[in-house]
């Protein structure tokens, strides 16, 4: 198949969860297709990363749109009551670089990342199948549910019109992905049920387990930017570690992840550790006896849980982040939602190194089983082949 990918962002280097979905699912789908990638970048990107994904597609458009432009059209679609992020990714200038290239590949069928970029491909009249990655709208109430004033009124402006966008999706595209049936239950339309999912996967071959100094007692990773990750990061080191701390003084605690907020620089003191970006994620992961995962907002996935159990890290996390990864409480992964929970959890870690030993076990075993990236892949190649074949 000719695939014409397109996506909001260009998906490398992996700091990001839709950039690390995006990546992959194009290696896997350039194993036995032409892969054609159109992406839309408020930032340059550097020829280093193009030359990451030259391996894999046929041909790649860029298109950069100026920031600027992207928040009059977020103003634009506030006016006009249609959804502030397909505003921000939007641009005349995107659209007709979009076409042209549309007209120049002739793909066999179209796959789009995420409602924001609905709207270089609504009208196109050849096969498209998008993946809502996850559900926008869930995400987005979940954050207006912990904002206050005008940031609250937004971001319920915002649920709102990304609610009406994900309905609409079922009329626009032939095929509709997900990545976990916890974001395909969210999606506000009766035939939710025949959303794909498509979930992520994990590189065994680059995360696997490391024997490293155990510089860290517990390790938070992400993009320290995403509200979700800035928020789990403020509630694990104001709320949670100082109960740690009553019964473990010496516990020592690392926020690992690109682009910190201040809100996050401002968790460092002798006992926290803020890295910001890191050259190999992996190194923070071993370093640490466990990862704690406290996510509190946000939807879809969680790239870090996947990928500390492919490195035989034990993990503790919440039901909101479980719910997607439907791991075995108490023998794969340990929940806890309250401060107080989550504490007992990782004390009961910290403080038994055989109950830490099992659970990662449990948890390698179980991300080994059940996402690869290949297999991942797999599915989403016989979705697209479904699309064009019925059309």
């Known amino acids: 198949m000719k695939i014409l990918i397109v996506l909001p962002r260009f998906p490398y280097p992996l700091e990001k969860g839709d950039k690390l979905r995006a990546y992959n699912q194009i290696k896997e789908l350039s194993k036995r297709n032409e892969v054609y990638l159109f992406c839309v970048s408020h930032e340059k990107v550097l020829p280093e990363n193009v030359d990451k994904l030259r391996p894999f597609c046929k041909e790649i458009r860029i298109v950069r749109s100026p920031k600027l432009v992207n928040y009059k059209n977020v103003l634009r679609n506030f006016l006009a009551t249609k959804s502030l992020q397909i505003g921000y990714w939007d641009s005349t200038k995107a659209r007709k670089a979009y076409k042209e290239f549309e007209r120049e590949v002739k793909p066999d069928v179209l796959y789009n990342q995420m409602v924001r970029t609905m709207v270089y491909v609504a009208r196109s009249s050849y ?22 004033f ?64 155990k510089k860290y007692d517990i390790v938070f990773c992400g993009n320290m930017h995403y509200e979700p990750n800035v928020r789990a990061a403020r509630f694990l080191a104001e709320q949670v570690m100082p109960l740690v701390w009553k019964q473990l003084p010496s516990a020592r605690l690392l926020l690992a992840g690109a682009y910190p907020k201040k809100q996050v620089v401002g968790l460092a003191n002798e006992r926290v550790t803020v890295s910001g970006f890191v050259e190999d994620i992996r190194e923070s992961y071993a370093s640490a006896k466990i990862l704690a995962a406290p996510m509190q907002t946000g939807s879809g996935l969680q790239n870090k849980l996947l990928e500390a159990m492919s490195m035989r890290i034990p993990c503790v996390t919440t039901t909101i982040a479980n719910n997607s990864l439907h791991a075995a409480a108490g023998k794969e992964v340990l929940i806890g939602d309250t401060a107080e929970a989550f504490a007992e959890q990782v004390l009961l870690l910290l403080q038994d190194e055989q109950k830490r030993n099992d659970l990662a076990q449990q948890g390698y075993d179980f991300v080994h089983e059940n996402f690869s990236w290949e297999k991942a892949g797999e599915k989403l190649e016989s979705v697209l082949k479904s699309v064009v074949k019925s059309k």
Not at 127 to 148: C, G, W, Y
Not at 159 to 178: C, G, P, W
Not at 201 to 213: I, K, N
């Open 150 to 213: 005008l940031w609250h009124y937004i971001l319920h402006f915002e649920f709102k019109m990304l609610r009406s966008t994900e309905y609409n999706s079922f009329k626009i595209f032939d095929a509709l992905t997900i990545i976990s049936d916890a974001d395909s239950d969210a999606i506000p339309h009766m035939r939710n049920e025949d959303i794909y999912i498509t979930p992520n996967g994990v590189d065994f071959d680059y995360f696997h387990p490391l024997q490293r100094e």
């Open 127 to 148: 096969p498209k199948v998008m993946d809502f990655q996850d559900a926008l709208s869930m995400n987005t109430e979940r954050r207006m549910e912990h904002s206050r």
